[in-house]
């Protein structure tokens, strides 16, 4: 779509609520407070509705007001007339929250995977962007919307987190033209980055002790598998949204090509990460279990036990490797 169509899109609406995919990460929720203050300074109405528990390195950009749950939600008297979806590939990544789509048909999907089925009634998808911190960088900038602190800071976040603090392929020259734009308006990036990568509670460094002793090498070193379960988060009294990170410790092995990370969320649901170094498309093997995302960084969801998720994942990857 037309980015001059999307520009009136949003001028055009009042009332909009914005929904980041489930368990947000840095990219998401960066995105959606940056269009919020946006939107915000148009003079529009604006909520972020998330349901999961924010990650502990992101708390520092949360204030009282700045998301809300589906549930206070329903309690109002609020009708969307555009709702947007940031960094959602599907609508199963909306997790409960798909239901809301059903409140309003303008629906804006806006997202950065080249998995994206374009399930919107529009859609602005650049699978060529680092991030979608990238995208509602250039809103703000069409929309010709002065970037305060705040919303270079939650943009800062956005392409910190989704291109590994500007160390993984996706970081391009436009990438770290748009970080340098950020950091002339003020930012404190030594903050940022001490908040996003330095300032890890203790029972997240246990969580990831205890994962590091599930380590498993496949095919001649170049398959790492590591886990964690839901007894490892009741042990450490860590919830699962706090273990991010943990699949580059495997991905880092010399000699590793594909790393995967699986996640207990619930009995036999388990949450996949993949991640490849140099050449293999991870994300057609996460298509080969209804999930999706980039080449070196993609997802999925197995129903099934961590032993059998393991060893299917490892049929999959077979003489591929």
């Known amino acids: 779509m037309m980015m001059n169509n999307i520009l009136n899109l949003l001028r055009g609406s009042q009332k909009i609520i914005i929904l980041p995919h489930i ?7 960066g995105s959606s407070l940056a269009l ?11 909520l972020i509705l998330i349901d999961d528990e924010i990650p502990s390195n992101l708390n520092f950009m949360i204030n009282h007001n700045s998301i809300m749950s589906t549930k206070t939600f329903l309690s109002l008297d609020f009708k969307p007339d555009l709702i947007v979806t940031i960094d959602t590939s599907d609508i199963e990544r909306l997790g409960d929250r798909r239901e809301l789509l059903d409140l309003n048909d303008e629906i804006l999907n806006i997202d950065h995977h080249k998995t994206n089925i374009n399930f919107g009634k529009y859609n602005l998808v650049d699978s060529n962007a680092s ?18 602190k705040d ?10 987190t989704d291109t590994g603090s500007f160390k993984y ?6 990438t770290l033209r748009i970080a340098a734009d950020l950091l002339e308006k003020g930012i404190d990036s030594t903050f940022i980055v ?18 590091l002793n599930t ?6 070193g170049k398959l790492a598998m590591i886990h964690v379960t839901n007894k490892m988060f009741e042990e450490n009294n860590i919830s699962p949204s706090n273990s991010d990170g943990i699949i580059e410790y495997a991905r880092d092995i010399e000699g590793v090509e594909v790393a995967v990370f699986l996640k207990e969320l619930s009995f036999n649901e388990i949450k996949v990460g993949f991640r490849s170094k140099y050449y293999f498309d991870v994300s057609l093997i996460a298509g080969e279990f209804n999930g999706g995302g980039h080449k070196k960084a993609s997802g999925c969801t197995i129903f099934d036990t961590m032993i059998n998720a393991k ?7 077979r003489n591929k490797l």
């Open 23 to 29: 368990l947000p990460d840095g990219d998401t929720l």
């Open 36 to 46: 919020k203050r946006t939107l915000e300074i148009l003079g529009k109405k604006a």
């Open 131 to 148: 991030s979608c911190g990238e995208i509602i960088y250039k809103i703000i900038n069409d929309l010709e919307i002065e970037l305060d």
């Open 151 to 160: 919303i270079s800071t939650y943009l800062y976040v956005s392409l910190s």
């Open 169 to 174: 392929s996706n970081t391009t020259p436009k």
């Open 194 to 211: 001490t908040m996003l990568y330095q300032n890890k509670p203790m029972n997240k460094i246990k969580l990831l002790s205890d994962a």
């Open 215 to 220: 380590l498993e090498i496949h095919y001649d």
């Open 311 to 317: 060893e299917k994942i490892k049929e999959k990857l």
